[in-house]
Every structure is written in C-alpha cells, then in structure tokens.
C-alpha cells in the first residue's frame, strides 16, 4: 500500500466542463469511467504546478489560473 496526493482540475469554457477518460493503468478507479482531468503530485511538486502539468500532459491545454477547492489523499 502506499499513499499519494493528487491534484485535479475543474476546467471549464462558459457552460462547457473538460472531463477526460480514465487509462486502464487508473491505479484506484475504474478504467474508462470519466473524470477530471488532473493526476499526482510528484515528491517535491507543488499542488498548482502539478495541477498545471497533469492537465497539460492529459489534454494539452494550458492552466492559466487555478485555486485550490478540496485536498484529500488516497491509499492504493
């Protein structure tokens, strides 16, 4: 077991949300539901920069602001 932090964004343009698809290498949720975009934080890795990262290597887009709304972690 081990535990990881996370960060995940709430993306939207207007009234339209970006919600991406989970891999089949999702460690904790089931592969192919949908999702926010985001992922974990690296050891060392802020939240915002991590956030910011995950979404850019997930969807390409570039976070252009963000603010923290919830923290919790899990154990896989």
Known sequence: MRSR???YAL???GDRML???LSEA???F???LWHLPGGGIDAGE???AALARELYEGTGPELLSSRLLDARTYTA
């Open 19 to 21: 919600l991406t698809r």
């Open 11 to 13: 993306a939207r343009s």
């Open 46 to 48: 802020q939240p915002q």
């Open 30 to 32: 089931v592969p192919g």
């Open 5 to 7: 932090i996370s960060a």
């Open 26 to 28: 999702s460690p904790v």
